[in-house]
């Protein structure tokens, strides 16, 4: 479809294309499965919304104690012009507040369930004692509130909060409940970038979805979506469908964060321009990257700025990469297998006429302590494996298995020494690339496949994408939080291979 920065959208009706529709369903006659890409994909890169931006929450204090209060519930959104759809949200219908903390604060959230079913609440890429991860062992009830409160011990950086019930993750997340986390500290503060909120500083949470041909946006996962990860084919992007953005500045900081249950996004601009990515995971890079494209998989977080001096009206897009599509189609069926195979349109930014004019990016950003190999006490390895034969098509046996073993919340799988160093070697002998995350610690990247990383992985990261035949080695130092009774996770953060046991469990003692 051709389409115009000066497109007149008031020809464009929603209600029509629900007309559409409808039709559609009945030239489908009784196929359950909705291809609501064909239906609803060409209308969903009209930029018709304006961004959501998350509410900003910074927390009361009480005592020194920094105070969050988060109530996980249900509700319905409004993608669709006059369809409510049912969504869950944290202090809302969708998504939830944007949490804001320093570097050295103690923290509580006391988040509450009223779901009507048990969930749990957890803190991605935070250092924390184990009982306070809210992994599968904290469970929090209907009803019930859980309030733990730890340190945060963080260089400056995204983190996020989600879901994290054994089994239930992905239909959790995929119903809305998620939020991001920003975490300041004194040299943060200190850097001349972007930093208004909602103004030149924006959280970008970027999920994809498919909906039911009534609107709905259920957990109805197929087997093939249990094996290639559930991959929607309409963007959000901050449970915004068809966002645009206006500028007003003429740089602008976006956190990025892939929220999607499954994708892999290949992001970039759509006339390719060049952008600074300027933080990873877990920390600032210590220069910035400019790059084009930027792989974010799921759980992934990066920061980027984009220059829109220029004027022109752009959009940050999943760019098709001929490559990486080459399973497509097939067994695999459009999955995104390597990232980049859907046409994900998930913010428009438009500058407006007159932009303030904001300062160039300092060239330093931060200093990263880099650990020397010879530190670690050992090497711990990791295969992540698919069984995709037959048992698999019937649902038998272990089909997602790290060490060949599938999760099981009484069996721990490795114990680690408090206050040692470990290189972690984690490899991937399927088909599907899967992104690799550990609880507790921030790590850094040593090599992929022997070789040294890229600039752009050159942070301390949670998560890291391990492509099929590829070894992924990472260093990290575990020095606090022994627990002998409550594990850790470590997991392939696509939610579906996760919640079908693609996860393990550590202790620190
Ligand atoms: Cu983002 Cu163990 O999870
Ligand atoms: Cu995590
Ligand atoms: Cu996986």
């Known amino acids: 479809m051709s389409y115009s920065n000066s497109s007149n959208h008031a020809n464009f009706s929603r209600r029509g294309f629900l007309k559409t529709t409808a039709l559609g369903g009945l030239a489908i006659g009784a196929s359950l499965a909705l291809p609501s890409w064909q239906i609803f994909a060409q209308n969903a890169s009209l930029h018709i919304n304006k961004l959501k931006i998350p ?7 009480e005592n020194g104690v920094k105070i969050y209060d988060l109530e996980i519930q249900n509700g319905e959104t409004e993608f669709f012009e006059g369809i409510k759809t049912k969504s869950r949200g944290v202090n809302g219908s969708l998504l939830g507040p944007t949490l804001r903390m320093n570097n050295g604060d103690i923290v509580r959230l006391n988040v509450k369930n009223s779901i009507g079913e048990t969930t749990t609440m957890h803190w991605h890429g935070l250092h924390l004692p184990a009982k306070y991860d809210g992994g599968p062992h904290q469970p929090i009830k209907s009803g019930e509130t859980w309030s733990p409160q730890f340190e945060i011990m963080q260089k400056a950086a995204n983190f996020w909060y989600h879901p994290h019930l054994m089994g239930k993750t992905a239909d959790h997340v995929w119903q809305g409940i998620a939020g991001m986390i920003i975490v300041d500290d004194e040299e943060s503060k200190a850097l001349p970038l972007p930093s208004e909120y909602g103004i030149d500083d924006i959280p970008v949470i970027l999920q994809d979805r498919r909906f ?67 933080s990873t995971d877990g920390s600032m890079l210590e220069k910035p990257f400019e790059t084009n494209s930027l792989i974010l998989s799921p759980g992934e977080r990066a920061e980027i700025i984009v220059d829109v001096s220029d004027g022109k009206t752009i959009t940050l897009e999943n760019k098709i990469d001929v490559n990486s599509g080459s399973m497509g189609g097939g ?57 995709m034969g037959p048992m698999m098509m019937l649902g038998i046996g272990k089909s997602h298995t790290i060490n060949s073993k599938s999760m099981k919340m009484d069996r721990i799988d490795e114990i680690v020494k408090l206050d040692t160093t470990e290189i972690w070697e984690i490899s991937n002998s399927s088909m599907f690339a899967h992104p690799f995350h550990i609880h507790l610690v921030q790590f850094q990247i040593i090599s992929r496949n022997g070789k040294p990383p890229h600039a752009g992985e050159m942070g301390l990261k949670d998560t890291v994408l391990v492509h099929p035949n590829e070894t992924v080695r990472f260093i990290a130092k575990f020095e606090t939080y022994a627990d002998e009774k409550y594990p850790f996770m470590y997991h392939c953060h696509i939610l579906e291979h996760e919640d079908a046991g693609m996860m393990g469990q550590f202790l620190v003692v």
Not at 238 to 249: P, R
């Open 331 to 387: 067994m695999m069926g459009g999955g995104s297998m390597m990232g980049g195979n859907l046409d994900f349109k998930f913010l428009e930014i438009r500058p407006a006429s007159k932009l303030k004019q904001l300062t160039a990016i300092p060239n330093q950003l931060t200093k990263i302590d880099w650990i020397d190999e010879k530190q670690a006490a050992n090497t711990r390895p990791f295969v992540m494996s698919m069984q």
């Open 212 to 278: 039911g041909r009534d609107g709905s946006m259920e957990y109805r996962p197929t087997r093939h979506d249990i094996m290639a990860g559930m991959i929607g084919d309409i963007a959000l992007t901050n449970g915004t469908l068809s966002a645009y953005f206006e500028a007003s500045t003429n740089l602008i900081r976006l956190r990025l964060l892939n929220g999607a249950n499954a994708s892999i996004y290949n992001l970039g601009f759509s006339d390719s321009r060049n952008f600074m990515q300027i």
């Open 55 to 61: 509410p900003l929450e910074t927390g009361r204090i």
